[in-house]
């Protein structure tokens, strides 16, 4: 499996790779969830922050299977995003609008 590490951000990707005579096929298993995936690459998405994680892979061909588990913790990515406003009015809207509050 590469690339192995302990924490991922979504948007990584776990290959699982194996050879064989005779392509191997590649399944990733939730161990937790028990939820299985027919694929080579597992892909780290959004649902998976801030969850610790193990997973097995396994590759196989008719001739014989060989798995490996990883264990690992998702993470969020550190976004912000900043929102200026910029306020404008002349003194007239301003004295307008003032005094539509004072009649009410």
Not at 45 to 62: L, R
Not at 69 to 88: H, M, Q, Y
Request: aromatic fraction near 6%.
């Amino acid at each position: 499996m590469a690339p192995r590490q302990s924490i991922y951000q979504p948007g990584d990707r776990i290959l699982c790779s194996a050879e064989g005579n005779q392509e191997p096929s590649y399944q990733w298993t939730d161990l937790v969830s028990g939820t299985v995936m027919q694929a080579a690459v597992l892909v780290i998405t959004e649902d998976m922050v801030n969850k610790s994680h193990t997973f097995q892979c396994t590759a196989s061909n008719q001739y014989n299977s060989i798995s490996s588990t990883i264990r690992f913790t998702v993470e969020g990515i550190n976004t912000s995003v900043t929102f200026k406003i910029l306020v404008t009015a002349t003194m007239n809207s301003l004295r307008a609008g003032l005094r539509s509050i004072l009649r009410e």
